[in-house]
């Protein structure tokens, strides 16, 4: 009856429906968005005005969460992720896109859709048997991604603008045939030597320069030891240790992390099992049986088994899988999926101190005993409760750093100075200690900070924060301290351990050139033993680059390995810790015809890579031509930190 009246008036429920439908848009989706529920569409950062969306972030965080799935087969959760900085990582990746795309702009540089169409039809990934897949499979691979035909169009764009800024900004880049050269012998040069090392540690004990010839070194090398240039920075750090003990977790929060986390305390089903393998021979092998005469002593053995003989003694008699019959043939515990499809299906079908029938697999014929199972459980509470505390404290020190990092950086752009915005976030300022350009101070340990440092004024506060591995610090530069000839007593130290280097590697050297003086006529081998040293060799062929034994690397070493006629024995060369006599025993030497044969693709391989890293540079000055926001509690449901 109910049905007969909507067929006789469904024209006017349509139209009541659809003034439903409409009120909805009206009304309540816009008290949502305005109420900052963290919607897909709410913005995480701006760049220049282009946003970054919650939806882009959370959908590119979990791409590359995937890949990571892939590489570590499930390992990395999302908490190892967040603590490897992986959010970071992939939110940085979208603000350079945006950084692109304004530079790619401002300098007239567009991608048309046939710029587009042909990189799709042209790329290998969309290749097979050098034909185009079709647009079909390409919709089914993006399926499976959980990418949407725009999202990838718009990657594609921006990945396109890239290569064109990278070809505007570095089209007159190019590798010389020295640096094209060195790269292939780089590639392909190697050597095996034998070598006799003078370590200069072994002189040091008897080295104890005099107060004169410390006052002497000084006076004679002054200028060497002059201080440079120093800045003192005001600075405040937002870390765990700054931050933690304004942090509470309660038994609650606990308990709810616990509740919406479950699966991150799963453990799963696990078999421990031993077995009897009788190999089976196949194709031209000539380990194992025939399949008939395999499964007849698979049979008797499993007899044995089964009239209650040893099975750990008849495995360790029997069994043809010599990595477990050592041990009784114990495979130790395992979950699903880690053996092969037969041996798994028949592990997991029996009960704790149960024996299989036959089972045959590629290796030929098992007889397995369960010994214990452990099926898929949650841990309780209990057990992880210490382990969800330090998650949950680290969640809520990254939040507590957001919002102080926010609250500051809004202060600092009203004109507030470092210690009126930090006062009123309840933190303190601190003062570093003087620094030199190029060192990073443990506390202050970002090279990007430092390398600011030396660019700005003194008093100048700089208005956004600067990442540190633990958090993040806000700074202004409180003094400079200009360069300046020293007192003795400011670098006697240094002078001192100067003067104690200096005469080590004398000794050393002198002892490396007596070595080689009586090599000619003894050999390497007996010169060396004659000074208590000990003749050795680098254990293969190494290429350039890589580490010469325990001589390490170097370029003078390097360059001493490597210019050396096989056979010929080298004079005293400069190592990390003193000098060594070498001998080449086997060259891999420079190859001109391969070297004409690779030059075009390495010449092309150098300057990909040299206008990537000009690239890199151009973009992170790019950064001071655009605002770029960051919206703090967007950027925590982002995360899903909020709820």
Known sequence: MALGYMRRHRRWLYIFLWLVIAAFIILYIPALQSEGQGTPGETVVSVGGLPISV????????????????LYQGRLDANMMRQLGIDQQVLEGLVTDRLVELEAKRLGITVSDDAIARAIATSPEFQEDGRFIGTAEIRRRLDLQGMSEEDFEQSLRRQLLRQSLESLIGAEVSPSEAEVEREFRRR??????????????RFRSAVQPTEDEIKARFEAQKAAYRI????????????????????????????????????????????????????????????????AEARTIAEGLLNQVRAEEDFAALARKFSEDQGSAQKGGDLGCFPPGRMVPEFDDAVFALAPGQVSDLVKTSFGFHVIRLASKREESVLPFAQVKERI??????????????????????????????????????????????????????ALSSPTLVARVFQMKAGEVEKEGFALPQGAVFVALAEIQPSRLPELKDVRDKVRSDLVEEKVLDEAKALATEVRGKAEALGLEKAAAAAGLVRKETPALTARSQPLGDLGTGIALEEAAFSLEEKALGDPVRTASGWAILRVLERKPFDPADFGRQKDQITASLKKQMQQSLVRAYLLAARDRYEIKRNAQAWRRALGEEQ
């Open 389 to 442: 505390r330090a998650t949950v404290t680290d969640l809520k020190v990254r939040e507590l750093g957001e919002q102080k990092a926010q609250a500051l950086a809004d202060a600092l752009s009203r004109g507030k100075s470092l210690e009126e915005a930090a006062k009123a976030q309840g933190l303190a300022v601190q003062k570093s200690a003087p620094i030199a350009r190029g060192e990073t101070p443990p």
């Open 188 to 201: 392909t040069e190697q050597v095996k030597l034998e070598y006799v090392l003078a370590d200069a540690g």
């Open 228 to 291: 440079p240039e120093k800045r003192v920075l005001s600075y405040v750090r937002l870390d765990r240790e700054t931050l933690q003990p304004q942090v509470v977790v309660t038994d609650r929060d606990m308990e709810i992390y616990y509740q919406d986390h479950r699966d991150e305390f799963r453990q799963e089903e696990e078999a421990c099992a031993s077995h009897i393998l009788v190999k089976v021979r196949s194709g031209t092998a000539t380990e194992g049986h025939t399949e």
């Open 55 to 70: 939806g882009e972030f959370q959908r590119t965080y979990y791409r590359q969460r995937q890949v990571y799935d892939r």
